[in-house]
Each structure stands twice: as structure tokens, then as C-alpha cells.
């Protein structure tokens, strides 16, 4: 026993421990989904117009959502509030047309 070699637990090389620790923020990275930016819900708007024909006013929301998890973003935070808001400042502004008859002239 006494001729067996003691390891130093308590001692970790240093390139270990940093590579370690850029393992770990790396896989927290990847685990955190960006909430999307105004631009991005303005063009997840637009899009979901162009696709809008012929479904109900209150399934648009959702609609626009899908869009943006579908490109990774975290929704928790995208009110129907702010969806609508955008729609009719596009619409308003003339860059959509108003395909679900929700804004009056």
C-alpha cells in the first residue's frame, strides 16, 4: 500500500478545467432560445399574411408564433397584443394588404 502512487484530487490541470468549463457554457448556449427582435416579428407577420388566406382572424396569432418557434425563437414573451399592433401598423403603411378584413378604412 505504501509503494501505491497517490493522485491529487484536489488538483486539476489547468487546460482541463478550461476546457471543462467552455463545455459547460456551450451546452447552456444551446439550451437558451433568443426571444425574437421587433424585426423579427414583423417578418414572421408578413408571412403569415402572405399564408392567411381563407383562415379566421383569431387562428392569426397563432399562426405567427408557429412561424417563429419553427425558426428557434422563444414566444413566452410575444404578446396578441404586439402581433396585432404589427399587423395593422403594415397594413396602414401599405407594405401587406389587409387579407383578413380586421382594419377599417
Do not use: C
Not at 505504501?2 to 471543462?20: A, F, Q, R, S, T
Not at 419553427?70 to 401598423?89: A, C, L, M, N, P
Amino acid at each position: 500500500m505504501d509503494n501505491e502512487k497517490k493522485i491529487d484530487l484536489d488538483y486539476i490541470p489547468e487546460d482541463v478545467l478550461e476546457e471543462v468549463l467552455e463545455e459547460e457554457r456551450k451546452q447552456r448556449m444551446k439550451k437558451k432560445t433568443p426571444y425574437p427582435s421587433s424585426r423579427d416579428i414583423v417578418e414572421a407577420v408578413i408571412e403569415a399574411a402572405k399564408m392567411a388566406r381563407g383562415i379566421h382572424p383569431d387562428e392569426f396569432p397563432d399562426l405567427v408564433l408557429k412561424i417563429l418557434e419553427d425558426q428557434g425563437f422563444d414566444t413566452r414573451h410575444v404578446t396578441v397584443k404586439r402581433i396585432w399592433h404589427t399587423y395593422e401598423s403594415l397594413v396602414r403603411r401599405g407594405v401587406i394588404r389587409d387579407t383578413l378584413g380586421v382594419i377599417g378604412g
